[in-house]
């Protein structure tokens, strides 16, 4: 807990309960959860907190750059992990889960490449594939096309 309060100050937040453990739900997880989702979490240790607090929290934590926001769909799903890495995002049921296929790419390589190359300063990688999981793929009725 001392670590992520350590974290929380150097990066100038105020350190609260519900930040702290927030911020220890997301780095506690290999998942992606959206917000609504860590508010039902949280609120199993912190009865009281608001969704609203869940939300700024979140604002917060990615503003200060110790977690990223990651789109899909119609929600936002939030991560800890902040060595540049791979996304699968389902386009049916939304899942949102971290890839570790070995594609051949080094994504921490990626950025001084560019730069040496172009001038082109890279602030962030991000690698969504998008499509369905094998859940939702399994489950589709969609007839494959052929082709003429």
Same mark, same amino acid.
């Not at 937040?13 to 220890?24: E, M, N």
């Not at 296929?101 to 991000?126: H, N, S, W």
């Given at each position: 807990m001392d670590?992520? =309060?350590?974290?929380?100050?150097?990066?100038?937040?105020?350190?609260?309960?519900?930040?702290?453990?927030?911020?220890?739900l997301l780095?506690?997880?290999?998942?992606?959860?959206? !917000?609504?989702?860590?508010?039902?979490?949280?609120?199993?240790?912190?009865? =009281?907190?608001?969704?609203n607090t869940v939300y700024t929290t979140l604002h917060a934590l990615v503003? !200060?750059?110790?977690?990223?926001?990651?789109?899909?769909?119609? =929600? !936002?799903?939030?991560? =800890?992990?902040?060595?540049?890495?791979?996304?699968?995002?389902?386009?049916s049921c939304g899942e949102v889960s971290d890839c570790?296929?070995?594609?051949?790419?080094?994504?921490?390589g990626v950025g001084p490449r560019v730069q040496a190359a172009r001038g082109f300063r890279t602030e962030k990688i991000e690698l969504t594939l998008y499509g369905r999981c094998a859940d939702c793929a399994a489950n589709d009725n969609i007839i494959p096309r052929t082709k003429h």
């Amino acid at each position: 807990m001392d670590s992520m =309060a350590d974290k929380l100050r150097a990066k100038g937040l105020k350190v609260t309960p519900q930040r702290v453990a927030i911020y220890g739900l997301l780095l506690g997880t290999n998942e992606h959860p959206t !917000a609504e989702r860590l508010w039902e979490e949280v609120k199993k240790e912190h009865v =009281a907190v608001s969704f609203n607090t869940v939300y700024t929290t979140l604002h917060a934590l990615v503003e !200060a750059g110790l977690i990223q926001k990651l789109h899909s769909g119609n =929600a !936002a799903h939030y991560d =800890a992990k902040m060595k540049p890495h791979m996304h699968l995002s389902c386009q049916s049921c939304g899942e949102v889960s971290d890839c570790t296929v070995d594609i051949g790419i080094d994504l921490l390589g990626v950025g001084p490449r560019v730069q040496a190359a172009r001038g082109f300063r890279t602030e962030k990688i991000e690698l969504t594939l998008y499509g369905r999981c094998a859940d939702c793929a399994a489950n589709d009725n969609i007839i494959p096309r052929t082709k003429h």
